[in-house]
């Protein structure tokens, strides 16, 4: 259908003067004696077009008028009467689907728990349009960053025979049926569709090694996923993740990258999603663009595991959880650090081996892990990474350790047999990123589907 | 670690004469009498950056010699003696990791399919290095593309309960033990993490729908899965999938948009990928950078399915199966059509609609429906889409033809019910676009673990 975007009606001087046509949904119909107003959208620009309809000269099909028609206007582009960019003078107002009245999507302020149970219309009010926008925009600067520093974009696979050790709970990837008829473990993964036991990828780390070892500098933004049944507001069974890897990187290395990435996106979000921001600071956080502004210009911190813990320490009265050296950071301790510690973005670093994976690289000091998690205010943990173990020996030995099977990690090992390297690489969860940029408080509103235990709409 | 990317070494006037540190992985030794050659890969470059050694002044390591060993070298910048950009003086060869002998990517020429017995070790070849490389510039391409022309990147749930009709069997994703000890189905799903069967998704189009008649224009570009028990060089049962999703465009503005695409993503990819490109030329498929500017400048033709019939069944002679209207269109009728009869890419149009699915609108003959698949030479259909049904009534009395169930796509249906609006998109095979641009024949081979039956590596 020949159109223009509301977006270019709505923002292009040239447009002025000239007869054009828009096709949108009705999001507003005012009426009176002379005049009537509809509000449209198209989902090219988060401000409506305002469509003047004259009633002396033009009468309307009252359908075209309901909430959540869908509607093609002919008409010439004048600046707007009140407010920012051009309206439309309609001459022509043609219906192309009524919206009858039981259309869940009303005027009236809805909770967001009442939208979830709608998620294919819940995408057509302002907050979602809002959120949605913001997360493409963030997509794509992931993107931008990674290809304009030379990293090559993998795509790990998501159906895997291995386990990332320590990652939780997988989902398993079958084409048997519910009954299938086998006495044995080993007849029924024998008969399976790939022959062994699979299962849906945790992370794409270990993959990621292996084309960074090869390409230099890596990374992967897909899905990754876990089968916990955990109902939280920060969890989901299928989230997607951004991991990049790099060859010839320390610890020191992965901070650094870490950071600046982190800095470009909220960045490109402040300067690509102007309207978005002031309606999320406005609706949903207040002081949000303050605190992106403030990410996007200050240095984060770096502070070690046992500097932070004897830090925390002094605090252990105001904790639920109390800190000593070897315990795992909760959540309220990771908020202390990073909002009332150091008031900014915090990276702690080497944590005890213990509480950490197999694959981090042990330091020196024989009792700690070149391990790093980056802590946001409001948020806590963003992003977890580490430099990786690239001694052939210490890393069986840590396998060894954890009673992991050097079998199943074959072609793991080959990477530190075959012309090892330093490496390193960081894991950023995407949704938590995006609640980051928005203020939304819950994973299933920046989450076009969500998945969770027992939810699958 | 403290280095400078290969690919500045090499072709950064402004580093001649400098001093440097580089890191990579070895690719060839030279010794003479006073001097050595080592040839270094560090990912950035397709060319290797030649490491000059003076036997003289400097004693290496011979570990640091062997092939896939990694290695430091410090030296001075200085024109190359021979060919294109930079080499560099070695002043100090450090050893970072050795490579025995048993190491199985030797120089000597190896198949494709021995190298596909190590995925991991097989990314440090020449042609593997280039394959991702195109890949990772298309994958860029197609991001840039969409976000340039306003689209929303989405992500479409992986895991679903519904089922794309008729594209084939889906994988199972439960956390049930092969042996769930139970009675009845129903019991079984629902003590199942979601509650209900769930599998991995075989298309976004559905939620991209959803997403199009909110947001107007959107892309998916993410995995799909395919469980289909068949081991072609053209199919995997994981692969990635771009698929756009318009609302207000008909099937014209469908076939506009592919094309347009298509022909800047294989713009982008001449341009982007030169040197790689230029190999795959002399190794793996003569002309194809003819082949790639030809189709990156030339119109594609449209051809009607009863049109493209009418023109194969006066052949039908030279065929395994001979076509009527009503057939299905194989391999041998779609080749001849755009290598013999159009000489370039073709868009085929309104299919019977007895061979395409539910979801087509249904064109005025009540025989056909509004889709269109596209073929390119060298490789068959690379592109298949439709202009959607939007009527409520008829889309609901094509499902009711095929004995679908109502309640499973009640979503589906609501976008009929609350303001519809003329849509289509297409979808896009990514991994068979990789093969048409680098000319690989096996979809293994552009795949970094690809996953078929009985094969997840």
């Excluded at 002025?16 to 509809?38: E, I, K, N």
């Amino acid at each position: 259908m020949k159109h223009t975007d509301i977006k270019k009606v709505l923002f292009d001087a040239d447009m002025v003067g000239t007869d054009t046509v828009v096709c949108g949904w009705v999001r507003t119909f005012r009426d009176s004696a002379q005049v009537a107003f509809l509000e449209l959208s198209d989902g090219t620009a988060f401000q409506k077009l305002q469509v003047v309809i004259d009633k002396n000269s033009l009468s309307v099909d009252p359908e075209a008028t309901k909430l959540g028609a869908s509607v093609c206007v002919k008409g010439t582009v004048v600046p707007a009467f009140r407010g920012t960019g051009s309206e439309l003078n309609a001459k022509e107002v043609i219906l192309l689907g009524k919206c009858p009245p039981e259309y869940p999507i009303q005027k009236k302020r809805t909770t967001l728990e009442f939208l979830r149970g709608m998620p294919h219309l819940r995408l057509r009010t302002n907050t979602f349009a809002a959120v949605f926008r913001v997360r493409s925009v963030a997509a794509q600067a992931i993107h931008r960053y990674f290809h304009e520093r030379g990293y090559y974009y993998i795509n790990a696979p998501l159906i895997t025979a291995s386990d990332c050790e320590g990652a939780g709970e997988m989902f398993r990837v079958t084409t048997q049926p519910w009954n299938a008829p086998y006495k044995t473990e080993e007849e029924y993964y024998k008969n399976d569709f790939f022959g062994v036991k699979a299962g849906l990828s945790v992370s794409g780390q270990l993959e990621g090694e292996v084309a960074a070892t090869a390409f230099g500098k890596i990374y992967t933004f897909g899905p990754s996923f876990r089968a916990e049944n955990s109902n939280t507001t920060r969890h989901l069974a299928e989230f997607w993740h951004v991991e990049p890897e790099i060859a010839f990187a320390e610890l020191p290395d992965v901070i650094e990258i870490a950071e600046d990435m982190l800095r470009y996106l909220v960045r490109a979000v402040l300067e690509e999603c102007p309207e978005e921001l002031k309606f999320f600071d406005s609706f949903v956080e207040k002081g949000l663009i303050e605190k992106l502004t403030h990410v996007a210009n200050s240095d984060f911190a770096v502070c070690s595991y046992s500097d932070a813990v004897a830090l925390l320490e002094k605090e252990n009265a105001r904790f639920e959880f109390p800190v000593h050296w070897g315990s795992d950071l909760q959540s309220e301790h990771e908020k202390f650090l990073t909002e009332v510690v150091f008031k900014r973005p915090v990276f702690v670093t080497d944590y005890p081996k213990e509480i950490k994976a197999f694959y981090m690289k042990q330091n020196a000091d024989g009792k700690t892990v070149a391990a790093t998690d980056l802590l946001v205010p409001g948020i806590g943990e963003i992003i977890g990474g580490s430099e990786r173990e690239a001694d052939l020996e210490k890393l069986r030995t840590a396998m060894k350790e954890r009673g992991m099977s050097e079998d199943a990690y074959r072609q793991y090992l080959d990477l530190r047999r075959f012309g090892s390297v330093p490496h390193g690489g960081f894991g950023l969860g995407f949704e938590r990123f995006v609640m980051y940029c928005t203020g939304m408080e819950n994973i299933r509103d920046v989450t076009l589907f969500p998945r969770s235990v027992k939810n699958i709409m």
